[in-house]
Each structure stands twice: as structure tokens, then as C-alpha cells.
């Protein structure tokens, strides 16, 4: 018996435990990941965030002397392109993921894919950007630029524009946004 070699625990052996742990911890992961509204905050600061001040120089490396006025829609058209090759999965315990978690898995869900481009947009001058969550908890990213009103659609990558985002908001209002500039709580209205 000694000299016995102890079986190998096949692959789906293994995930069947890591899902039965998962099962047992996850009211204390959800815990643990639950941030305060300051901590929300800051996720979409362009500042000290080394992953994203990075990424926001792979986007702009073709465009010479960026500008705001000039070259903001051509750079969000490029994070746009970025965020929409990200895999999207809404995981059964909701986590935060960091930047640098989110390029190396090429997955993540549609709270952090917002996080993410709107960071980027706020890391390329726009100041009215914001995360907005609807009543159904669906995560978008809101924001101006030229005259238009533009709505980020992070499970299809897609640019909703001016009537169109009105009617989203008509038939699901939001229930919050947020960026590092402010929050704003429409439940309370």
C-alpha cells in the first residue's frame, strides 16, 4: 500500500471542487468585493493606474499631438475596438477585476468592461463620461462629445447615439452613474 501511487484527480474532478468551494465561500467573496462608493470612484480615475495610462498610449500611438478637440472620437473609436475584443461572461459571483487581469484573461463582465472604457475615456479628456447602471442592473457608458449623446453597450461593443439612448432609458431607467468626478443616485428622485 505504501508504494501505491495515488490516482490522478482528473480535470473535472478538480472543477467540481473549485465549484464546490466557490459554492460555500461565495456570500463571503461578494463581501469582500463589495466597494464603497469612493472605491467606485476611483476605478474609472485616469490617474495613477500605470495598466491604463499604458493602454492609453497603445491607443493614441498613431495619432501625433492628441488632442481632445481633435482626436477624441477617433481614440474612442479605438478603445471602442479594444473593449468590443474583450470577452464578456456575467459570472455567477460578481468580482472586480484590474485592468492588467482584464488584458491578460480577455474576459470579464459588463460592469468591469465599463469600468475600463470609461477610464479610457476619461484618460483621454472627457470630463462628462460616467458609468450609468440601470434599474435591471445592466451597465453602460454615457457620454458627450460634439453636440451628440453617445451610450456604450459593453456586451455587444456597440455606440448607441442621441434618440436611441433615449428610448434605452425609457424602457430602463438608471439607477445610478459615476465617474472619479461625481455619483449621482436616481433612486432617490
Do not use: H
Not at 478538480?14 to 469582500?32: F, G, M, P
Not at 468592461?113 to 451597465?139: D, H, Y
Not at 456597440?158 to 433612486?187: C, G, H, I
Amino acid at each position: 500500500m505504501e508504494g501505491e501511487k495515488r490516482a490522478a484527480i482528473d480535470a473535472a474532478t478538480k472543477l467540481n471542487i473549485y465549484l464546490l468551494i466557490l459554492n460555500r465561500y461565495k456570500d463571503l467573496i461578494k463581501e469582500k468585493e463589495s466597494k464603497t462608493i469612493s472605491e467606485i470612484r476611483q476605478l474609472v480615475s485616469p490617474y495613477n493606474n500605470e495598466s491604463l495610462k499604458k493602454l492609453k498610449d497603445e491607443l493614441t500611438s498613431e495619432i501625433s499631438n492628441y488632442s481632445y478637440e481633435k482626436n477624441f472620437y477617433m481614440a474612442m473609436d479605438k478603445a471602442m475596438a479594444y473593449v468590443k475584443r474583450i470577452r464578456t461572461c456575467e459570472f455567477a459571483i460578481p468580482f472586480w477585476m484590474s485592468f492588467d487581469e482584464i488584458r491578460e484573461f480577455g474576459i470579464t463582465d459588463a460592469m468591469n468592461k465599463s469600468v475600463l472604457f470609461a477610464a479610457l475615456m476619461r484618460s483621454f479628456g472627457s470630463e462628462n463620461v460616467k458609468v450609468v447602471v440601470t434599474k435591471k442592473a445592466k451597465p453602460y457608458v454615457r457620454f458627450e462629445w460634439g453636440g451628440d449623446n453617445y451610450l456604450f453597450v459593453p456586451e455587444t461593443g456597440s455606440l448607441l447615439q442621441n434618440e436611441d439612448v433615449r428610448r434605452l432609458f425609457e424602457s430602463d431607467p438608471a439607477s445610478y452613474a459615476f465617474s472619479d468626478l461625481s455619483y449621482e443616485n436616481y433612486e432617490e428622485e
